[in-house]
């Protein structure tokens, strides 16, 4: 592997470089030109820094404003208290499987929802295209209790929280009795 010579640009300046174009205002020609730059072979050290000290001049693009809480989720099953894991029939949310996994959680007042892979204590996470998220919430909304007994009935677990069940009620029930608290709760 040869080595560059000292005078180029190294891929720390190039990088910043388009770092600092991406958050600036300008016409897109001259972003073009500034990517092109960074990608020629010949782009010295003094370019670059003079291309940097070009950019800091240049106005901050605006920020953009985060969406309310109630647009990113905050409206997803309301009333329920979280965290909860469910099973869908496939069929019913568009899957190919015979049952979707997966589960409702709230980090920073946001609700989401993930497709689970795998079996409890060692599932994958994986976050679903936005219409699959539509259709598992709508279908959950439907019948939210009903899709977490049969998470638990499938995988003999609290239906809510994963946990093995340790009693006969618990197993009646397919929820454990802190989990099935909660839900009489919820659902008064």
């Excluded at 190039?14 to 730059?37: C, D």
């Excluded at 989720?73 to 496939?90: D, M, R, T, Y």
């Amino acid at each position: 592997m040869t080595e560059r010579p000292a005078w180029l640009a190294t891929d720390n300046q190039r990088g910043y470089i388009l770092g600092l174009a991406r958050q600036r205002v300008m016409p897109v020609n001259v972003l073009h030109k500034i990517i092109a730059l960074c990608k020629a072979r010949d782009f010295t050290k003094s370019q670059a820094s003079k291309v940097i000290d070009d950019l800091k001049t240049l106005p901050l693009k605006p920020a953009t404003v985060a969406a309310a809480p109630a647009a990113r989720g905050a409206g997803i099953l309301p009333g329920v208290e979280l965290p909860i894991k469910f099973a869908l029939p496939g069929a019913s949310v568009g899957a190919p499987d015979e049952l979707l996994f997966g589960e409702v959680k709230e980090y920073r007042g946001t609700r989401y929802v993930r497709v689970l892979r795998g079996a409890p204590g060692d599932f994958a996470r994986i976050k679903p295209e936005y219409a699959l998220a539509r259709r598992m919430v709508a279908e959950l909304e439907k019948d939210v209790v009903g899709a977490m007994r049969r998470f638990g009935t499938h995988f003999a677990v609290c239906g809510m929280c994963a946990a093995p069940l340790t009693d006969e009620l618990s197993r009646a029930r397919m929820f454990g009795p802190t989990c099935y608290a909660k839900i009489i709760a919820w659902k008064k």
